[in-house]
């Protein structure tokens, strides 16, 4: 059964710490992404990587930096985190070519008090 | 730039009515993907379907089933006869066939979703 794994489900944090969250996938897939979900905003895009090393900015990346230095693992890192960075956050993978769906995580709920 | 609507935030229905959950794309890309996914109370989204441009054949699957049309940039999702497990927030995605590329469209764009309850 192909998956994707996220390190925790449940996260709390301190202003001003800095937070790691760990997604790894077991398919071989070239693409990853890390989202937020906030409510009625939906999903939104913070990076996106295609490769090992390879990373592109999403629609908000402000706040995050990622780190993709094996194929399975995607690393997002919240430098400094402060509390509008409480979210769910969620993970992805795909197969390289756009038609390909993408597999999720089952997310990580990110309190930062 | 490409973009989905999904108009219809919250709906609310009684078990065994129809559904039908809206989708609107906008895209300049003349190949490109179309995608339902399912987010149910646990929160994972799992994949239901995926559309190709060139493909506007109606699809079903036992109570799903899905309408593309491209002369209204549409691609709707129909539940009939709904149960309490459809209950979940469903969401829209659109891809165009753009190979890697920096600001490129085939980075998957979502809808906002629309939340469906199924009252018993």
């Known amino acids: 059964d192909v998956k994707v794994t996220q390190s925790s489900r449940y996260l709390v944090k301190r202003t001003g710490e800095k937070v790691f969250l760990e997604c790894v996938q077991d398919m071989d897939h070239e693409n990853m992404f890390w989202y937020r979900q906030d409510p009625g905003l939906g999903l939104r895009l913070i990076y996106f990587?295609?490769?090992?090393?390879?990373?592109e900015k999403g629609d908000i990346p402000e706040g995050y930096s990622v780190s993709r230095e094996k194929k399975e693992r995607f690393s997002l890192i919240l430098e400094s985190a402060s509390t509008n960075q409480t979210s769910m956050y969620l993970c992805a993978s795909s197969r390289g070519s756009s038609y390909n769906e993408q597999f999720f995580g089952p997310g990580t709920r990110l309190t930062v008090l | 730039a490409q973009k989905v609507t999904q108009a219809q935030t919250e709906i609310s229905v009684v078990e065994k009515e129809d559904v039908t959950l809206d989708c609107v794309y906008e895209?300049?890309?003349?190949?490109?993907?179309l995608f339902w996914y399912k987010q149910p109370p646990s929160g994972e989204l799992v994949f239901l379907i995926r559309?190709?441009?060139?493909?506007?054949q109606n699809e079903i699957s036992g109570r799903y089933s899905w309408n593309f049309q491209k002369s209204t940039s549409s691609f709707n999702f129909t539940i009939t006869a709904s149960q309490v497990v459809d209950s979940a927030v469903y969401f829209c995605a659109l891809s165009g066939a753009l190979q890697h590329a920096s600001g490129g469209s085939y980075i998957p764009t979502f809808g906002r979703g629309t939340s469906l309850i199924v009252h018993p």
């Open positions: 990587s295609y490769d090992v090393k390879m990373k």
């Open positions: 559309r190709n441009s060139f493909d506007e």
């Open positions: 895209t300049r890309d003349t190949t490109y993907y």
